[in-house]
């Protein structure tokens, strides 16, 4: 049973670019969070997701960044017109999110540099 | 919104026990977390705890929560070089629509 995917690992971008990071849950799980972690930091709730549906985006950035995790393929996190202070590690994580079982297991990440 | 704080550092010499401590502000929530980063990799979990118990074991961890204060602890026992790592606590609200993670606590086991 594979872990919670992302890719690409590692992702530089120029200011200006569009970024686009990939999440696929564990087999079975459908909820995805998206985390953002700077260097020296903890992680900051950004988007909480299901199937179609954005539950709670309270932690995004108003502007440049958009979340969706369509029917089928994997939760996608864009960010329009990178600048340097979205370089940081962008983490998601899944859960079966059943009454009993709300753990969350997490992806190794993506570290996105803009440059 | 919920606010979680933990020490940023902690230093044992291997064998000791190694106590890391998370303070949090939202009562509501049912479930605690412990999560362990190592350098370049995504958060591993730990362990959990409900918020009815005041203790959890589960081999070398115990966490311990004292809810009135809203203080948790996680110890981990007999300490190791492969411990040394960055431990987060981690606190849900009531839906588990967002999660609040403390700063991270380094912790450095000396040989």
Redesign the interface.
């Known amino acids: 049973n594979a872990g919670v995917m992302q890719n690409p690992r590692h992702l530089v971008r120029r200011r200006g670019q569009e970024a686009r990071l990939r999440c696929s849950p564990m087999k079975g799980h459908s909820h995805v969070y998206w985390y953002r972690q700077l260097p020296e930091e903890g992680l900051k709730f950004m988007v909480y997701l299901q199937k179609e549906n954005i539950i709670d985006e309270s932690g995004m950035p108003k502007e440049r960044f958009s979340a969706e995790f369509p029917k089928e393929g994997p939760s996608i996190l864009r960010i329009q017109q990178v600048v340097r202070g979205d370089s940081a590690a962008y983490f998601c994580a899944s859960s079966p999110g059943t009454a009993s079982s709300y753990e969350q297991y997490f992806g190794p990440g993506t570290r996105l540099t803009v440059t | 919104g919920e606010d979680v704080e933990q020490s940023l550092f902690l230093s044992v010499r291997e064998g000791d026990s190694s106590v890391i401590n998370c303070t949090y502000t939202d009562s509501s929530s049912t479930?605690l977390?412990w999560?362990k980063q190592e350098p370049g990799?995504?958060?591993?979990?730990l362990t959990?705890i409900f918020s009815n118990m005041d203790m959890k074991q589960d081999q070398r961890l115990t966490v311990l929560l004292n809810k009135k204060d809203k203080h948790l602890s996680l110890r981990i026992a007999d300490t190791q070089t492969g411990d040394s790592a960055i431990y987060?606590c981690?606190v849900?609200i009531y839906n588990?629509?967002?999660?609040?993670?403390?700063?991270?606590t380094k912790l450095n086991v000396k040989p």
């Open positions: 479930y977390y999560y990799a995504g958060l591993q979990l959990y987060f981690a849900p588990f629509n967002k999660f609040y993670f403390g700063s991270g």
